[in-house]
């Protein structure tokens, strides 16, 4: 189970379906980017780590309240958004990420509640931005940038 919040209501780790869905949905998302034409192109890239599904996967659920396997990995979010800086204009390949997340969440399965499908659409969209943020060229990421944690109001910290 993933941390509760002191209501007792599931975390949205545990309302999404728990370590299981996020692997479907990270395989799923992952799909939607390989058809897409413009996002295809940094998601072919060939020094891609091997475990990048897994790793999506993990990330997305520890940052839901899940287990923080992501982050036992030695990575953590100054990775994520080094990963993805310097790009130069990139928001096109956001706005196209966005809309993959939304598809795979039906191609995975996740439950179609209204309010998890609103929280987790606020989720993918605060995050595109995060990582747009560094997408300038002279973009410098923070050191030891803390895990997001995102909750049914919104970004927790
Ligand atoms: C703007 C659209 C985005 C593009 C084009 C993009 C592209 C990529 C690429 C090409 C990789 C593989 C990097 C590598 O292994 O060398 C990657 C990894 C990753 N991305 Fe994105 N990404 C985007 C947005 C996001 C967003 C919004 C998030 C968070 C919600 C995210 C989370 C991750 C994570 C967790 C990894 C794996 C990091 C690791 O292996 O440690 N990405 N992304």
Same mark, same amino acid.
């Given at each position: ?15 999404? *379906? ?6 479907? #949905? @990270? ?7 390989? $058809? !897409? /034409? =413009? %996002? ?31 982050s036992?990995?030695g990575a953590d979010q100054s990775h994520v958004l080094w ?10 390949? *956001? ?6 997340? #939304? @598809? ?7 439950? $179609? !509640? /209204? =309010? %998890? ?24 990421v923070p050191d030891a940038a803390p895990m ?10």
């Open positions: 189970m993933g941390a509760a919040p002191s209501s007792g209501r599931p975390s949205v780790f545990d309302a999404v *379906g728990g370590e299981q869905a996020f692997l479907a #949905l @990270a395989r799923a998302h992952h799909r939607r980017c390989l $058809a !897409d /034409p =413009e %996002l295809e192109h940094p998601f072919s890239k060939l020094d891609q780590h091997p475990q990048h599904v897994e790793r999506l996967a993990a990330y997305w659920a520890e940052v839901m309240g899940g287990p923080p396997r992501y036992r990995s990963l993805h800086s310097g790009n130069g204009e990139i928001d096109d390949l *956001g706005r196209r990420f966005l809309a993959c997340f #939304l @598809a795979a969440l039906d191609d995975a399965g996740v439950p $179609a !509640d /209204p =309010e %998890l499908r609103a929280c987790l659409r606020a989720y993918m969209e605060w995050a595109v931005a995060d990582v747009l943020a560094y997408s300038p060229t002279d973009a410098v997001p944690r995102w909750g049914w109001e919104g970004l927790v910290r």
